[in-house]
Antibody, heavy 119, light 108 residues
Framework: QVQLQESGPGLVKPSQTLSLTCTVS??????????WSWIRQHPGKGLEWIGY???????YYNPSLKSRVTISVDTSKNQFSLKLSSVTAADTAVYYC???????????WGQGTMVTVSS | EIVLTQSPGTLSLSPGERATLSCRAS???????LAWYQQKPGQAPRLLIY???SRATGIPDRFSGSGSGTDFTLTISRLEPEDFAVYYC?????????FGQGTKLEIK
């Protein structure tokens, strides 16, 4: 059974870079057929898709965040990562990673990790 | 970007009743790539429906999805106590993917 687990600092200072990692267990990130996404949810608000990566390294980012986002993959560790630069308080949110099964939508999600941007 | 508008914002019903949730897209959703998720407090969203009408693995048959183009519906035929939650629709046919703002289903 495939599981996803986010990890990273829960507190980031304004103007710094937020860095999170999603570890995939129970299956290989390189098996193909899946995209690996990051989604965030501001406190008490709805969901915002950040972007995805394929195991080959190809990416697509939400234009609203594109200038600050980098998603990368490390197939040897079965992980993919999110970097969001120049953060402000508006980036405070719960960050989720999810498996995007193309036609079958986001079928597996991590539990989410809360990131607060504050000095 | 496709904007999804969900209605109503809040739906108050009793267990055993039928719930009908709506999701309207600002433009046609490609290949009916429309999904529905359920989210309970403190939990990640859970996939209920994909491809507008296909139930995800393990989802009870009281949940059903319908629609195409710009208008989609999630129906819960007989509400169970565990169904009271927030529901989101999502389109994943066109990038950037987008979510609706959510419908809160609360106990009346």
């Amino acid at each position: 059974q495939v599981q996803l687990q986010e990890s990273g600092p829960g507190l980031v200072k304004p103007s710094q870079t937020l860095s999170l990692t999603c570890t995939v267990s129970g299956g290989s990130i390189s098996s193909g057929g899946y995209y690996w996404s990051w989604i965030r949810q501001h406190p008490g608000k709805g969901l915002e898709w950040i972007g995805y990566i394929y195991y080959s390294g190809s990416t697509y980012y939400n234009p609203s965040l594109k200038s600050r986002v980098t998603i990368s993959v490390d197939t040897s560790k079965n992980q993919f990562s999110l970097k969001l630069s120049s953060v402000t308080a508006a980036d405070t949110a719960v960050y989720y990673c999810a498996r995007d099964r193309a036609a079958n939508a986001f079928d597996i999600w991590g539990q989410g990790t809360m990131v607060t941007v504050s000095s | 970007e496709i904007v999804l508008t969900q209605s109503p914002g809040t739906l108050s019903l009793s267990p055993g009743e039928r719930a009908t949730l709506s999701c309207r897209a600002s433009q046609s959703v490609s290949s009916s790539y429309l999904a529905w998720y359920q989210q309970k407090p403190g939990q990640a969203p859970r996939l209920l429906i994909y491809g507008a009408s296909s139930r995800a693995t393990g989802i009870p048959d009281r949940f059903s999805g319908s629609g195409s183009g710009t208008d989609f519906t999630l129906t819960i035929s007989r509400l169970e106590p565990e169904d009271f939650a927030v529901y989101y629709c999502q389109q994943y046919g066109s990038s950037p993917y987008s979510f609706g703002q959510g419908t809160k289903l609360e106990i009346k």
